[in-house]
């Protein structure tokens, strides 16, 4: 995971960071590695190259402690962006989510700017509500209709109380 983070460029790295991030502390990598199943997943994409393997991809999400959605997030190596990578790690992360029950969608913040990542989304099976706020897509993606509105509406009041 330490590779994959120091192989991005500075965009990238803000699109995933939404800062300029040049080290990646011990600390903050240990929250990649030692995952804690209860209230998150994680899952890598993996290539096997000059007899080793390489993480190229890593999709997660971790549950929010005050409401039934999980925040999630992705990384992909430059060079294989474009290839459907992302958007594969999202549907099984909603796969792995749906099954393991007491998630009821996910959300995620995405950069006005960051138009591939808004794709991923947008190609879920499921609604997708958006809020631009401060910069930034607040979306919503929830398996049932009726949940993806209540965790929109939910999300203008809390901007409101502000």
């Known amino acids: 995971m330490r590779r994959l983070f120091y192989r991005f460029s500075d965009q990238a790295v803000y ?20 995952v804690d199943y209860r209230r998150a997943m994680s899952i890598v994409g993996i290539v096997h190259e000059k007899g080793m393997d390489r993480i190229i991809a890593e999709g997660r999400y971790v549950r929010l402690a005050d409401r039934p959605y999980a925040d999630t997030a992705f990384l992909v190596d430059e060079a294989y962006q474009g290839k459907g990578i992302s958007t594969f790690l999202l549907n099984m992360l909603i796969r792995i989510a749906r099954e393991q029950g007491g998630i009821e969608g996910f959300r995620a913040d ?23 706020s401060e910069g930034a897509y607040e979306i919503v ?11 929109v509406r939910r999300l203008e009041e809390e901007k409101l109380n502000k």
């Open 15 to 34: 699109y995933r960071y939404f800062s300029r991030i040049k080290t990646m502390p011990h600390g903050k990598m240990q929250e990649y590695v030692n």
């Open 110 to 132: 995405v950069l006005l700017d960051n138009k591939s990542m808004l794709r991923v989304f947008e190609k879920t099976p499921f609604p997708l509500r958006a809020i631009v």
């Open 141 to 151: 993606i929830s398996f049932a209709e009726k949940d993806a509105t209540d965790e």
